[in-house]
């Protein structure tokens, strides 16, 4: 697919399901692995019920790994992969009224920049994002410099207005908790944001003896499908 202006070409991996049964959501899938591992196969098992019940179109994009290609250049991959799916969506059976990133760790992260860059650029309009355990943020044992853009770092956006429905998933032994909290609290706090977020309540999931947030990723990008 297109690439960002002067960049290479990103590889998309498409799932999509073998019947047709009418108008399906579009997921942008982006995988985790610290920014510097993995690829458009990584993790993109747990979206495959979604394509086998016949209620999406899943994009797995492999964006550029760092340190080889620092920022920008794995949030502006993540980008054009939306947007290339977002000017495809009839070819590819998607309603464009229902268009999901879905991401975990880094790519949770990358998928918060991603709707930043959406919201900021006018394009595509997303209808949810679903970030699982997060990286959201720069500034943990080492203080990152001034100048990290907020499409890296995401909570360092100061405006979260115009953002789409979002979910977060995190536990009381992720490494990232803290943040991830931090920056749920914040998208909570403002009442004009024509958003919802699921309740932050705490819950022990089934044979994780880890407390968390209630709520299921899984049954959350259901539901967004069948909205």
Same mark, same amino acid.
């Given at each position: 697919?297109?690439?960002?202006?002067?960049?290479?070409?990103?590889?998309?991996?498409?799932?999509?399901?073998?019947?047709?049964? *009418?108008?399906?959501?579009? /997921?942008?899938?982006?995988?985790? *692995?610290?920014? /510097? !591992?993995?690829?458009?196969?990584?993790?993109?098992? +747990? %979206?495959?019920?979604?394509?086998?019940?016949?209620?999406?179109?899943?994009?797995?994009? $492999?964006?550029? !790994?760092?340190?080889?290609?620092? =920022?920008?250049?794995?949030? $502006?991959?993540?980008? +054009?992969?939306?947007?290339? %799916?977002?000017?495809?969506?009839?070819?590819?059976?998607?309603?464009?009224?229902?268009? !999901?990133?879905?991401?975990?760790?880094?790519?949770?992260?990358?998928?918060? *920049?991603?709707?930043?860059?959406?919201?900021?650029?006018?394009?595509?309009? !997303?209808?949810?994002?679903?970030?699982?355990?997060? %990286?959201? =943020?720069?500034?943990? #044992?080492?203080?990152?410099?001034?100048?990290?853009?907020?499409?890296?770092?995401?909570?360092? +956006? #100061?405006?979260?207005?115009?953002?789409?429905?979002?979910? /977060?998933?995190?536990?009381?032994?992720?490494?990232?908790?803290?943040?991830?909290?931090?920056?749920?609290?914040?998208?909570?706090?403002?009442?004009? %944001?024509?958003?919802?977020?699921?309740?932050?309540?705490?819950?022990?999931?089934?044979?994780?003896?880890? +407390?968390?947030?209630? *709520? =299921?990723?899984?049954?959350? /990008?259901?539901?967004?499908? $069948?909205?």
């Amino acid at each position: 697919m297109p690439g960002p202006d002067g960049a290479p070409e990103p590889t998309v991996l498409i799932f999509s399901p073998v019947e047709d049964r *009418g108008g399906k959501g579009g /997921i942008l899938h982006i995988h985790g *692995g610290g920014m /510097i !591992l993995g690829d458009r196969r990584t993790g993109v098992s +747990a %979206m495959l019920p979604f394509v086998a019940e016949g209620s999406a179109v899943v994009v797995s994009v $492999e964006y550029r !790994l760092a340190p080889e290609h620092p =920022d920008p250049a794995p949030v $502006e991959d993540c980008y +054009a992969g939306l947007v290339w %799916m977002a000017k495809n969506a009839e070819e590819l059976g998607i309603d464009p009224e229902r268009l !999901l990133v879905v991401g975990t760790s880094a790519g949770g992260g990358l998928a918060a *920049g991603t709707a930043l860059l959406a919201r900021d650029r006018a394009f595509p309009r !997303l209808s949810h994002q679903v970030l699982i355990c997060p %990286m959201l =943020d720069d500034r943990g #044992e080492r203080r990152g410099g001034p100048d990290v853009s907020p499409y890296a770092a995401p909570t360092r +956006a #100061e405006d979260l207005g115009g953002l789409p429905w979002t979910y /977060i998933d995190t536990g009381s032994v992720e490494g990232f908790r803290d943040e991830i909290l931090t920056s749920a609290r914040r998208e909570r706090r403002p009442p004009d %944001m024509g958003r919802r977020l699921s309740r932050f309540r705490r819950h022990r999931r089934p044979g994780s003896g880890a +407390a968390g947030i209630r *709520g =299921d990723p899984r049954g959350v /990008i259901r539901r967004a499908l $069948e909205a």
